[in-house]
């Protein structure tokens, strides 16, 4: 759920702001200063928004919109043809999107909810808290260069540019760019479309370039930090399964779960999977070792069918089950002495392959495979991180993946930080993400959004010989932006409804 004190603190903070604006306003000394400080700063304050222009970066829009003059011709053409591709697929998607979520509202067991294209994101809900920072940053930088995006193409097409500013409204950050309404009049359709399809434009060149960045990241860091050697803890949830004296730390490398190979976080991920739709596996211990269930106590059935026998509640010891004589038998062993050094097994056969690497120098016993007698979704799995002894974890596998962060990166030297690959990253994929959505949903044709004045230009470069009537075309326009507008806001109630509600 939302975090109530961030909710507090955003409400309380505006309301102060908005007071103390309103108040400066009407005081008789102080009103008409503070009136003429906000206008020379390009400030505005309402309601849960403010916002900043300026005109510093006219000059700079300018020589960027002079560079190459042929070039930024074809790099704008470009961008005007993926606008309405843009614009078309992004109606596929919503539609998409739309009967993906009724779907989900109506099935008794709701499936593949993350899998979407498009999701609403609400801050404590579906995106943690701790990845804020990520998300505004992220949110922030693409809004920056979509505007720069129209503000040089303006500049190119002769239309003026009175000023660039940002704003935040409520805790979500944006910017814009001002432009002289008369001079965009004044250009041709194919103009026009040029500048409204920039923002996009500029928005799926910073998607890509953010993603190709991701992939040679470990190139670039590569002096300084090295992969595929395992997955590297950057942190480890208090009080969770990992943590403790023989749990993970910060710094561990995390090289195997039983006998899958982690060389990667997404190593690491495949592991849990396999591990939690797998039966659990077992381990060749010698049977020596093996001593009857009625030494440690009554063994008795748990309401899910499964069988406990050791009654000690030990935190050491576990239930093991084997077939001895066709006949299933359980055994209370020590789990750590048990399993250390043991090989995994699926039947006893396995076992006697290699029975000599698990006999008892002394006694020659032959080894035998031992099953966990766990509930259902328990598994028992034993994580090597070297030079540390395996950690041994009984739980829920997707567990681990909550508990524990890891990454991909480790530093070649000590002074440097585990945490910055990671910044690095994470940072990208919001990049990655955001400004994929804000390119799809711009073009959307929707009021107040790029893709009402794309549409708008659109009509009047293809209509005009067929509609010859200025009203009719408004007309069509109108009734467009107003089935762009409904799909748009019902993805935006119904995911929000999903997310929350569900």
């Not at 660039?164 to 950050?173: A, K, R």
């Amino acid at each position: 759920m939302i975090p109530v004190p961030l909710v507090v603190c955003v409400l309380g903070g505006w309301c102060f702001v908005y007071l103390t604006d309103v108040l400066l306003k009407l005081s008789e000394s102080y009103g008409h200063c503070y009136e003429m400080w906000l206008g020379s700063k390009g400030l505005s304050l309402s309601p849960f928004h403010i916002r900043w222009q300026t005109s510093l970066f006219n000059r700079l829009f300018s020589r960027c919109a002079r560079i190459n003059p042929h070039a930024l011709y074809l790099w704008f053409t470009s961008g005007l043809v993926f606008g309405l591709v843009s614009m078309c697929g992004s109606v596929v998607l919503l539609i998409r999107t739309l009967q993906q979520t009724i779907n989900q509202m109506t099935s008794d067991h709701p499936q593949g909810a993350n899998q979407q294209t498009l999701q609403v994101v609400v801050p404590g809900i579906n995106l943690p808290v701790s990845q804020l920072a990520y998300f505004f940053s992220a949110l922030l930088v693409s809004g920056v260069i979509h505007e720069l995006g129209h503000a040089v193409a303006a500049i190119r097409e002769q239309v003026r540019v009175n000023g660039f500013g940002v704003f935040v409204f409520v805790v979500y950050p944006g910017a814009f760019v001002d432009l002289f309404t008369t001079h965009l009049n004044l250009i041709s359709p194919a103009q026009q479309l040029r500048i409204f399809c920039a923002g996009v434009w500029h928005n799926f060149v910073l998607c890509v370039a953010a993603l190709c960045f991701l992939f040679l990241l470990p190139v670039f860091l590569f002096p300084v930090y090295y992969t595929g050697a395992g997955a590297l803890v950057t942190e480890v949830v208090q009080g969770s399964p990992a943590d403790g004296p023989r749990g993970l730390s910060i710094g561990d490398m995390v090289t195997g779960l039983e006998d899958c190979d982690v060389r990667t976080v997404e190593d690491w991920n495949s592991c849990l999977t396999i591990h939690t739709h797998t039966p659990q596996t077992g381990y060749c211990v010698p049977t020596h070792t093996l001593q009857p269930s009625w030494a440690h106590g009554r063994v008795y059935r748990r309401l899910d069918t499964s069988i406990e026998c050791c009654s000690n509640n030990s935190l050491t010891d576990l239930c093991f089950s084997y077939t001895k004589l066709q006949e299933k038998e359980y055994a209370c062993l020590p789990a750590r002495k048990m399993l250390s050094g043991s090989r995994v097994c699926r039947s006893n056969a396995d076992c006697l392959t290699h029975t000599h690497l698990d006999t008892d120098p002394d006694t020659h016993s032959p080894s035998v495979c031992v099953t966990p007698s766990l509930e259902n979704q328990t598994r028992l799995i034993r994580l090597t991180h070297p030079p540390n002894t395996q950690m041994l974890f009984v739980g829920y596998p997707p567990h681990l993946q909550y508990a524990v962060s890891l990454t991909n990166f480790a530093p070649r030297f000590g002074f440097l930080n585990l945490d910055l690959p990671v910044v690095m990253e994470t940072f990208c994929k919001y990049v990655v993400s955001l400004s994929g959505a804000l390119a799809v949903v711009n073009s959307v044709p929707c009021f107040a959004l790029d893709g009402q004045w794309m549409l708008s230009a659109l009509l009047e470069a293809t209509l005009v010989t067929v509609v010859t009537d200025r009203q009719h075309r408004e007309l069509i326009g109108f009734f467009l932006l107003l089935g762009g507008s409904a799909l748009l806001a019902a993805n935006v109630a119904l995911g929000l409804w999903m997310v929350t509600a569900r």
